[in-house]
């Protein structure tokens, strides 16, 4: 997921919000439309 853009948010979260973080993360995972989803994108440009 973005973790990498949130870092410093994640890591002074409690232990509770914590796990909460890790749960999200765990459904995220299993739902199909999300499969692939990145923070990396892919931008293709076509010269005239």
């Known amino acids: ?3 990498k853009y949130i870092q410093d948010v994640i890591e002074n979260l409690s232990d509770e919000m ?8 765990s459904l995220i995972c ?3 439309d999300m499969v ?3 923070h990396h994108t892919l ?6």
């Open 1 to 3: 997921m973005y973790t």
């Open 18 to 25: 914590f796990e909460k973080y890790l749960e999200f993360n």
């Open 43 to 48: 931008d293709i440009f076509r010269k005239k």
């Open 36 to 38: 692939g989803m990145s």
């Open 30 to 32: 299993e739902r199909k």
